[in-house]
T-cell receptor, first 109, second 115 residues
Framework: GIQVEQSPPDLILQEGANSTLRCNFS?????LQWFHQNPWGQLINLFYIPSGTKQNGRLSATTVATERYSLLYISSSQTTDSGVYFCAVEDNAGNMLTFGGGTRLMVKP | GAGVSQSPRYKVTKRGQDVALRCDPI?????LYWYRQALGQGPEFLTY????????KSGLPNDRFSAERPEGSISTLTIQRTEQRDSAMYRC?????????????FGQGTRLTVV
């Protein structure tokens, strides 16, 4: 099956800093989604982004499908951004998402 | 409903007991997915449905695990003769479906602890 790798595995930021999270995948995909797992365990869909760039407030994401990677940008980070960010892909073979291992982000005040 | 709803939120059960986890998807969503998430890891696929039909159950770890969605809406994941290794967060997601998965929305999960 498809392999999804995220980097870095852990990230500590000072409030106000910017960051870039990366997701690499091993094969062509139908779609790619970014999720935020907040400290209460809820998994929130941030972006549905099979290709191109999308922005939502301080967050934006870019997927370059031909090169098999996606980036999630967090600008002016806030303590509420803390949690785990997951990238998940749907490959061409089936209708399910395969998740990466996540990036654990802590934003300090 | 407005979002995906799972119940119970927390379940503690004794080894050997059966448990049933419920998922109520977003109204109108065709596809429903079950995932399991161990502590510190990403969710792993268990099974999914389009309407009432179970399309793929390749992720179910063994025959103690089963799922149904009899009327194409609410789904139940059942674990028989629970074992300590079944302890995890069980997550349900739904999507519009209809050619590709579409954007997936997850419920708050059920934290299962087998003692």
């Amino acid at each position: 099956g498809i392999q999804v790798e995220q980097s870095p595995p852990d990230l500590i930021l000072q409030e106000g800093a910017n960051s870039t999270l990366r997701c690499n995948f091993s094969d062509s995909v139908n779609n790619l989604q970014w999720f935020h797992q907040n400290p209460w365990g809820q998994l929130i869909n941030l972006f549905y982004i099979p290709s191109g760039t999308k922005q939502n407030g301080r967050l934006s994401a870019t997927t370059v499908a031909t090169e098999r990677y996606s980036l999630l940008y967090i600008s002016s980070s806030q303590t509420t951004d803390s949690g785990v960010y997951f990238c998940a892909v749907e490959d061409n073979a089936g209708n399910m998402l395969t998740f990466g291992g996540g990036t654990r982000l802590m934003v300090k005040p | 409903g407005a979002g995906v709803s799972q119940s119970p939120r927390y379940k503690v059960t004794k080894r050997g007991q059966d448990v049933a986890l419920r998922c109520d998807p977003i109204s109108g969503h065709v596809s429903l997915y079950w995932y399991r998430q161990a502590l510190g890891q990403g969710p792993e696929f268990l099974t999914y449905f389009n309407y009432e039909a179970q399309q793929d159950k390749s992720g179910l770890p063994n025959d103690r695990f089963s799922a149904e969605r009899p009327e194409g809406s609410i789904s139940t994941l059942t674990i028989q003769r629970t074992e300590q290794r079944d302890s995890a967060m069980y997550r349900c997601a739904s999507s519009l479906g209809g050619g590709g998965m579409g954007r997936a929305f997850f419920g708050q999960g059920t934290r299962l602890t087998v003692v």
